[in-house]
């Protein structure tokens, strides 16, 4: 094969549909490792465990009062955390498929929740405009930590090696260095909805509500690059990197995927994408290492697997 020129095409075409959500569905992760299997959340309060290669689900969670706003799952997938309406972390067994234990301690709808490496440790960021974080080793049911600099809803956070990033409401990103007792304001501007690292945590994606993607520099607060073309302006949508972090993909209130050249910042063919969701994009993720999988989720009740064309 030649050698490639530039950034992948983005997968486009439909691998298979899971449409087994009544309701919008807010969020879908895939599992750590080999990233085999995807876990969704939605409006109709439940959880579900799923192959996207054979598009079968193959578990239901259900405990959640309330609908689903978030998921992360432990570094060994033996566990994942779930958020929402409820006001009250969930961590579940996922083989058992029953919950480990329920942390309440927010006023309001918990929007984000993350794991740390190792999953010892839980943060969950909230409506209530803080982010608190959990000792899940001990049995003590208090935070560890409570960030509450925050002036609105926490909508995102990014937990890393003693380092949270979180995105609020209100237009600002917060770098927290736990251990030097650091913290760092970015000032976007604008109601975030996403921040999503890269790997090498030198640069953020920040998604908000005036229908851009701007690309940060983390370390001075600097923009490097703006994505523009998409409409998010009332809805949480999330932003990712492509394969290889050589493009960035955001799904949008039309029901489109947009990608961009990260370097070039500009819209990758077809220009605009086509409509593939009736409704709002809530939530695009691409797979961790195969160049050619990306799945989207949608308030149109469907959760969607892309992947490049058979040869």
């Known amino acids: 094969m030649a050698p490639s020129r530039g950034p992948t095409a983005l997968a486009r075409s439909l691998h298979t549909t899971l449409s087994n959500h009544k309701g919008p569905v807010h969020v879908v992760r895939y599992a750590k490792g080999t990233s085999k299997y995807v876990l969704t959340g939605g409006q109709d309060r439940t959880i579900r465990l799923w192959n996207p290669t054979l598009g079968t689900e193959i578990k239901v969670y259900a405990a959640h009062g309330y609908e689903v706003l978030s998921i992360s799952v432990s570094h060994d997938n033996s566990k994942f955390a ?31 929740v993350e794991f740390n490496e190792d999953a010892s440790v839980l943060a969950s960021g909230s409506y209530d405009s803080t982010v608190r974080l959990w000792d899940l080793r001990s049995q003590n049911r208090q935070p560890i930590q409570v960030l509450d600099e925050a002036r609105d809803a926490i909508q995102t956070l990014h937990v890393g090696h003693g380092t949270i990033i979180t995105g609020s409401v209100d237009g600002t990103v917060r770098t927290y260095d736990l251990r030097m007792g650091q913290l760092r304001s970015d000032f976007i501007g604008h109601p975030i909805t996403s921040v999503v690292p890269a790997q090498d945590l030198q640069t953020y994606l920040v998604t908000t509500l005036d229908s851009h993607v701007r690309l940060m520099d983390a370390s001075t607060g600097k923009m490097l690059n703006d994505f523009t073309g998409h409409t998010v302006t009332s809805y949480r949508c999330r932003s990712c990197f492509g394969h290889g972090e050589a493009t960035v993909i955001c799904g949008d209130e039309n029901g489109q995927v947009w990608a961009w050249d990260l370097l070039e910042a500009t819209p990758l063919p077809p220009n605009p994408p086509p409509k593939v969701h009736d409704k709002v994009i809530t939530w695009v993720e691409h797979h961790p290492t195969d160049p050619g999988e990306l799945i989207t989720a949608s308030a149109d009740g469907t959760v969607k697997v892309w992947r490049h064309p058979a040869t």
């Open 82 to 112: 779930s958020s929402g309406w409820d006001r009250s972390v969930f961590l579940w067994d996922v083989m058992a498929g029953t919950t480990i234990r329920r942390i309440s301690g927010h006023m309001g709808r918990i929007n984000a």
